[in-house]
């Protein structure tokens, strides 16, 4: 007797829904979390039962679904809650670029999309070899600084930090991007200034970032990216979901902004 597939899954985090929708199997997609802005569509048709921490779980078991999809240690809470409930539970983890790929391949053999699995990996991989080959015609490597939150001041995730190499800068911060916490990812005040990053990137989680606050730190205006006024906004939607929109929106809105650091074009 051939397995079963899950006909109704609940994505407790973006990037599921929208690979789930790129594969073009939106249809057993049941409920999605409330952050869900990709595709615009999926808020739209599906059901919202969750937050990032925090889940409606009768509303989950109202739904009976065959499959819930959540995303690392973060979710552990809710996952562990909904599988005492009876239910199946899949959390992902990843946090690199590789494991992005990764999770959206075993994604598509799950729901039996294995080919088309593939053809979607390839084409994201072919997208980020262009950003790589168009990298190499930069006229520099810009120093970036990419800050995930401002209060404490917390620099980028692995899958972020490779995104700006690919693009064509030099995270300053490279060694703490491995960190799996957020807290290993802590950085002072002190330690930007001493870094001296020609470019600051933010994605404030959600929340809108103030360049002006940034700016006013304590002895930041000494720092070359201030000082030149490089600093610049990609939305956490586009950044740090850990899905298909960080390998292309993400990567290209990040590159856009590192050619106008390196002397080479302006941001659109």
């Known amino acids: 007797m051939p397995a079963r597939l899950p006909e109704r899954i609940v994505c407790l985090t973006e990037e599921t829904t929208e690979t789930l929708y790129l594969l073009g199997e939106e249809r057993r997609i049941v409920g999605v979390s409330g952050y869900t802005v990709r595709p615009p569509q999926a808020r739209r048709e599906k059901p919202r039962v969750s937050a990032f921490l925090s889940a409606k779980n009768e509303k989950i078991l109202e739904l009976k679904p065959d499959l819930v999809i959540g995303f690392s ?79 404490p001041m917390i620099s980028g995730i692995r899958w972020v930090s490779e995104l700006v190499e690919i693009a064509g800068g030099e995270d300053v911060f490279r060694e703490k991007s491995i960190s799996q916490a957020a807290t290993g990812r802590i950085v002072t005040v002190d330690e930007v200034l001493e870094r001296q990053p020609e470019v600051i990137i933010a994605s404030w989680c959600g929340k809108k970032f103030r360049p002006e606050r940034v700016a006013a730190r304590p002895g930041w205006q000494d720092i070359p990216a201030v000082r030149e006024k490089r600093l610049y906004e990609i939305k956490s939607s586009e950044i740090l979901q850990p899905g298909p929109a960080a390998l292309t929106d993400g990567v290209r809105r990040m590159q856009e902004i590192l050619r106008v650091a390196a002397g080479a074009s302006a941001p659109r």
């Open 73 to 151: 240690d973060l979710q552990a809470d809710i996952a562990r809650d909904l599988a005492k409930a009876g239910l199946s539970v899949l959390l992902f983890n990843q946090r690199s670029v590789q494991e992005i790929l990764d999770m959206i391949l075993a994604l598509a053999c799950l729901v039996g999309a294995a080919d088309r699995g593939a053809q979607l990996v390839a084409r994201l991989e072919s997208n980020l070899d262009s950003i790589r080959e168009a990298a190499r015609t930069l006229p520099g490597k810009p120093r970036v600084y990419f800050e995930e939150w401002d209060e």
